[in-house]
Nanobody
Framework: EVKLVQSGGGSVQGGGSLTLSCIPS????????VGWYRQAPGNECELVAR???????SYADSVKGRFTASHDAAKRTVYLQMNSLKPEDTAVYYC????????????????????WGEGSQVTVST
């Protein structure tokens, strides 16, 4: 079974940091792009970060300068380092790959396309 295994997340006070990890079960991220999505209750699923196979990264304006996506090829792992966390960052975060298109928003995630992690809860308190 192909899947993405996530770890990290948890609860932190505002201004704190957390790191999410995502590792594929039967392939590597060397030749595919990876997106980090999040969905908070009552909100759309939104793309917050993306790292392409060539290492190029892009970020939503809401997290730019605070979040960093990276890929450690030796560990076959993609990370999302989240600093200066705010209460509005509270959401379930998903890594995703092999998507036909990295949609900026969607009503729900995960979707039927591509491969998705199981989700990691991130809770930021005031």
């Amino acid at each position: 079974e192909v899947k993405l295994v996530q770890s990290g997340g948890g609860s932190v006070q505002g201004g704190g940091s957390l790191t999410l990890s995502c590792i594929p079960s039967r392939f590597t991220f060397d030749d595919t792009d990876v997106g980090w999505y999040r969905q908070a209750p009552g909100n759309e699923c939104e793309l917050v970060a993306r790292i392409d196979s060539d290492g190029t990264t892009s970020y939503a304006d809401s997290v730019k300068g605070r979040f960093t996506a990276s890929h450690d090829a030796a560990k076959r792992t993609v990370y999302l380092q989240m600093n200066s966390l705010k209460p509005e960052d509270t959401a379930v975060y998903y890594c995703a790959t092999y998507l036909p298109v990295f949609f900026p928003t969607s009503a729900m995630c995960p979707t039927d396309a591509g491969y998705w992690g199981e989700g990691s809860q991130v809770t930021v308190s005031t």
